[in-house]
């Protein structure tokens, strides 16, 4: 079973826009993390939030965490061609293992 | 790819045989994850390690076995292919920092039974 689940599935924006993609999870978390996928690579870490915190910024990217409702958002702001890849939420059902959503797939048109 | 490679990269066997994949890591990293990639389910966990010797099931272990006898291999091996265990195989590591896991992946293993 998964615990966090991506929303929307696929989002397509003009370049210069910004990206929001939500996650919602299931159980009580330590942290949540995001990673980036390129099509046909493996995943890249991106940003990890811990449970006390609502709030994390990393260059374009903006994590929030609301633990009351069990979810969380990335934003890219001012996107790329580049950005163009599947985003996923991880969460750690052991602080050890991860349990990734299916993804949203993103695509930023010139 | 942070110092791990998968082999082979792409792989077509038949239904019923066996099947190893291999992940190689050189940062000396204590935690080694197997994952499966199909459309629509995200990443599934189907193996872990925790040190040499030392691995446990995941979600989707069934038709699948682990070894790790050195810190920087962690082998898959799959028993008895079926179709449905044509996916994209990924590896990872990771070593615990500052209370958290980050992982860092391989590039993958594309494996099509026939």
Known sequence: ?110 | DAGITQSPRHKVTETGTPVTLRCHQTENHRYMYWYRQDPGHGLRLIHYSYGVKDTDKGEVSDGYSVSRSKTEDFLLTLESATSSQTSVYFCAISEPGQGYYEQYFGPGTRLTVT
């Open chain 1, 1 to 110: 079973s998964q615990q966090g689940e991506e929303d929307p599935q696929a989002l397509s924006i003009q370049e210069g826009e910004n990206a929001t993609m939500n996650c919602s999870y299931k159980t009580s978390i330590n942290n949540l993390q995001w990673y980036r996928q390129n099509s046909g690579r493996g995943l890249v870490h991106l940003i990890l939030i811990r449970s006390n915190e609502r709030e994390k910024h990393s260059g374009r990217l903006r994590v929030t965490l609301d633990t009351s409702k069990k979810s969380s958002s990335l934003l890219i702001t001012a996107s790329r061609a580049a950005d163009t890849a599947s985003y996923f939420c991880a969460t750690d059902a052991d602080s050890y293992k991860l349990i990734f959503g299916s993804g949203t797939r993103l695509l930023v048109r010139p």
